[in-house]
């Protein structure tokens, strides 16, 4: 069985299967997470939710948090 995987941050933990993409840049990171969506019919039609794009960037300046993430992308 797999096991939740989470990027414990300062401010936030992220479940780590919900990130699309991971930019690197020489001084920070961009991490960008998959879109919530919820389709589903109801009685007297159909409905469709769905979420805004979100991303964190982490600096290199935030030393624990950027560590972490430099720590989770050397495990995957």
């Known amino acids: ?10 401010n936030v933990c992220i479940n780590a299967s919900r990130i699309v993409s ?3 840049n020489p001084d ?3 991490i960008i997470m ?4 919820i389709s589903s019919l109801m009685l007297a039609g159909s409905g469709y939710v769905s979420s805004e794009l979100c991303e964190y960037c982490i600096h290199k300046k935030d ?4 560590k972490a ?5 050397k495990n995957v």
């Open 22 to 24: 991971i930019e690197k």
């Open 34 to 37: 998959g879109h919530q969506e």
């Open 28 to 30: 920070s990171f961009r």
């Open 1 to 10: 069985m797999n096991a939740l995987r989470f990027i414990k941050l300062s």
């Open 69 to 73: 993430v430099e720590d989770f992308i």
């Open 63 to 66: 030393t624990q948090d950027f």
